[in-house]
């Protein structure tokens, strides 16, 4: 039985090792798994990205958001140039184990064009807009 | 100059006509954006899956999300046999262009584990542990 099948029939409160858990996560043919990241209290989806098992290692120990940047290669400690850190709060994963959920406490903006969050741009049938300016 | 690099110049309230953005949307090897659903009101992330240009197309026209499903290779409208439906409130996109956020109003539970959530498994440094029971 998968482990994540097993996991469903549990009830709140049941607990697993850890490190078992993490070597059950679903990672892609990168290694990688997405990593939404929602601030606490407000509830607001700050922005998606990718981790691999060495990057949530990390954010785990250190209690940083650490991701893996795809285009640069390497870890991505969030805030390590710009200052605009990510307290973890909280790490979730899915059903399945192939998304993680991570509750944060964002240091101002969590995306690179000084915007709060990276979903200011609202998708309608006919014409889309913009919903947020640069802080 | 790409896409979503103008737009992050825009500011709020200015437009662009949809059929251009989801032109530029940037979908991975398999055709596939992930897509993430977020319950209005609450906050409360539900689950994340994937869509393809079509599984898109039809969520904006219908007003009814629909995935595109991964392991049975089709369009995956959300509910249509458990009737756990997830009406489209709003879609943004992110700004590189890579994930959709969509505010849904979800019926009953979203995850096949009856659970309102698929986010119900917490993950500590040494031990994890569920974090919500079948509805």
Redesign the interface.
Known sequence: MNLFDA??D?????????AA??EHLCFNEQGLI?A?A?QQG????L??AWMNAAS?ATT??TGQVCYWSRSRQQFWRKGESSGNTQKLI????????D???LQVDQQGPA???N?RS????????????????PQ
């Open positions: 996991l469903a549990q009830k709140a409160g049941d607990r697993i090792a850890t858990l993490l997405p939404i929602q407000t509830g607001e989806v922005m998606m949530i785990l120990s909280t790490m979730h994963t899915d059903c399945d184990g998304t993680l959920l995306c690179h064009t915007r990276c979903f200011f741009i609202e998708i309608d049938q006919e014409q889309s807009h913009i919903t947020a300016n």
